[in-house]
């Protein structure tokens, strides 16, 4: 059971206290959840020294790591943009989202090295040292959290927050909000779990290119996403988190099916210029102002559980299930442009979402847009002439 299908509890479970207790404390519990279970992953004994009960307790703590990303996310992206000044929301808010192409990196990097190892080693104990190797960047992580002060928005609503039920409170009142958060995701996760899920599936089994050459045009996509993910973030405080965002969804839409026909040529070189203009721009252009637009569809006292709930369900239902609609479609249709098509058809519901969002309030969508000021009515003496004011003479 793939882990993602566990985010909406997280979501429920963290939101709520997220929203009732502080962002805060839900952040460092989650990275703690995170960290022990995949720690412990590394620790598991194997099925001939436990039977049944390895792969039981393997489930178990993936479902745990799916929690604890459930209220991860939306924690980490609500503590920067609450944090940020009002004209930077965008751009703080993309620093969180950052730790996607990072961790994509590290991952991979880490595994790279120890399958180096000869065979009977890895399969041993070298898969375990990833793992365990986590634990550090765990203890890195919670003691800097420590050191992070409350969310100022949580603690301005922490009166309000304390009357109402979160999760009740956005089924009740903020349905909208939270369908159009969901439909909003659905294009950019899909695409993502589309690209370093199935493409890497179908380049090997099916393309016959080598594990190391696919893999290497996920990294070097996911290295420009470290670039471009901030850069689309800082671009949403020039010019409107939502317009950022609705470009991206007509990008996409637009781009889609040549960049699976590109992947679907045969050609490892097409295959790279398609992976790397899906992640980095394309990916990059939703994923980096992200966390300025979700963060205005909801008010502070239920703002954790609204994002959190939009993002994971899109996450479960469109993410998870991607690989799968993927496979289907290529056996359906015989042809990778199916995928395309799908991914065309989803990135055009996420624009039209994308267009009735509400926009981030004024310093956060587009602080270089001018406002026009009221006319003001002058009193009637002091009113000056034209050509008065200006030493003319009057014909």
Known sequence: MQPVFARPLGGMIFGHFGDRVGR?????????LMGVATVLIGLLPTYAQIGIWAPVLLVALRLAQGISFGGELAGAMLMAVEHAP???????GSLPQMGSPLGLLLSTG??????????????????RLPFLGSAL?????????SQVDEAPEFEASKSKAAKVMPLLEVFRHHRKALLLTIGGKLAEVTLYFTIVVFSISYAIST????RADVLNAVMFGAALQVVTIP??????????ARRVYVT???????MALPLFMLIGSGSLLSFNIAIILALAPNYASMFGPQSALYSAQFPAEVRYTGMSLGIQIAAALAGGLAPVVATLLMGSFGSISAVG????????????CAVAMTAPAKGIEGSCCFTISPIRKLPQDSYVPFHARHGLRET
């Open 110 to 127: 880490a595994f790279a090295l120890v399958t180096r190892l000869p065979e009977e080693s890895f399969m041993s104990w070298g898969w």
């Open 207 to 210: 393309l016959g290119f080598s």
């Open 248 to 254: 991206g969804g007509v990008m996409l839409a637009v």
């Open 341 to 352: 098509v799908y991914i065309v058809v989803l990135a055009l519901l996420t624009t039209v």
């Open 137 to 145: 960047l765990v203890l890195i992580g919670i003691f800097i959290r």
């Open 24 to 32: 805060k404390a839900m952040l460092s519990l989650s990275l703690l």
């Open 231 to 240: 850069i689309f973030g800082w671009l949403g405080d020039r010019v409107g």
């Open 86 to 92: 009002a004209r930077q929301k965008g751009l703080f």
